[in-house]
């Protein structure tokens, strides 16, 4: 079973939250923050107004509360509009 966004909806995994800070301290459960950053799984077909942009395997920035947070077979997932994606990370 696998997961196929509708319209101009983009299906993205999450790069994982920081472990440890640039100079090497380990950041607790509690002070990690979402981000802000992931890879994207799926596309939808887009719509006759917006074609899709990104494409599966690409690197993207997006906002920090945008898309819906999915888990679907054990994995945690984003789903969000392709206009809430800020950037292509190249």
């Known amino acids: ?3 196929q966004p ?4 983009v299906l993205i ?3 994982p939250a920081e472990e440890k800070t640039i100079g090497g301290i380990i950041i607790p459960d509690s002070a ?4 802000l950053k992931g ?6 077909n887009g719509t006759k107004d917006e074609p899709m942009v990104v494409a599966v395997g690409d690197t993207v920035l997006y906002g920090k509360y945008a898309g819906t947070e999915i888990e679907f077979e054990g994995e945690k997932y984003l789903m969000m509009r392709q206009s809430d994606i800020l950037a292509i990370i190249k």
């Not at 509708?6 to 909806?9: G, I, M, Q």
């Open 1 to 3: 079973m696998t997961i």
């Open 39 to 44: 890879t994207v799984k799926a596309v939808g």
């Open 32 to 35: 990690k923050e979402k981000p």
């Open 13 to 15: 995994v999450p790069a």
């Open 6 to 9: 509708l319209s101009d909806r």
